[in-house]
């Protein structure tokens, strides 16, 4: 079965301070993989999108590498903020599906504190 | 990118009822398919939505309980039947367009409370 796992499933930093956040998949052949945020009672809004011949993604703070051979990403942010607050969910295509359907980790909550 | 948008946003709703969710991208998109995310948990897909066909659904969701249209390449419905409070959830819409890199776009999410 196809699984995507994210660790730590919670986490609180103070602010200012860099981090990262883990996601692992269980089948290296995958099609792309996403990074979303969801705030509370919110829609997700996408981050970051990592193809698989790519091994890395940046925007602003936020920046996504792709480790398909030990099926790993991780999504750091630099000097968080507490706007950076949210629930961070990775989400990954694998290749096998036809529809380019997500399967979805359980998300890390991110507490960022003043 | 694409914007979608669902209808209703929040919906509070009696045990045995049906609610329809309304979900429009602004633009054609290839692929649109339906989420669920229980309290607490992340997004679960219930179907695809295939234009002018019956969508594919996920293992444990059945159509007779969440039939599911899409018309044309922009508009697609999610009915949630016979309701009971098992369904509260947020369900999510999402849409995107195959070639390239594939990023998929979700709606705000429609919050059913089902008492």
């Known amino acids: 079965k196809q699984e995507v796992t994210q660790i730590p499933a919670a986490l609180s930093v103070p602010e200012g301070e860099n981090l990262v956040l883990n996601c692992s998949f269980t089948d290296s052949a995958i099609y792309n993989l996403q990074w979303f945020r969801q705030d509370p009672g919110k829609g997700l809004t996408s981050l970051l999108l990592?193809?698989?011949?790519?091994r890395e993604q940046t925007s602003g703070r936020l920046n996504a590498s792709l480790d398909k051979s030990s099926g790993r990403s991780t999504l750091y942010i630099a000097a968080s903020q507490p706007g950076d607050s949210a629930t961070y969910l990775c989400a990954v295509i694998f290749s096998s599906g036809s529809a380019r359907q997500l399967t979805f980790g359980s998300g890390t909550q991110l507490t960022v504190l003043p | 990118s694409a914007v979608i948008s669902q209808k209703p946003s929040r919906d509070i709703c009696q045990r045995g009822t049906s609610l329809t969710i309304q979900c429009q991208v602004d633009s054609q998109v290839t692929m649109m398919f339906w989420y669920r995310q229980q309290p607490g948990q992340s997004l679960t897909l219930i179907a695809t939505a295939n234009q002018g066909s019956e969508a594919t659904y996920e293992s444990g969701f059945v159509i007779d309980k969440f039939p599911i249209s899409r018309p044309n390449l922009t508009f697609s419905t999610l009915t949630v039947s016979n309701m009971s409070p098992e369904d509260s959830s947020i369900y999510l819409c999402?849409?995107?367009?195959?070639?390239?890199?594939?990023?998929?776009?979700f709606g705000p999410g429609t919050r059913l409370t089902v008492l």
């Open positions: 990592i193809q698989s011949s790519q």
């Open positions: 999402s849409a995107g367009t195959l070639g390239g890199a594939d990023t998929q776009y």
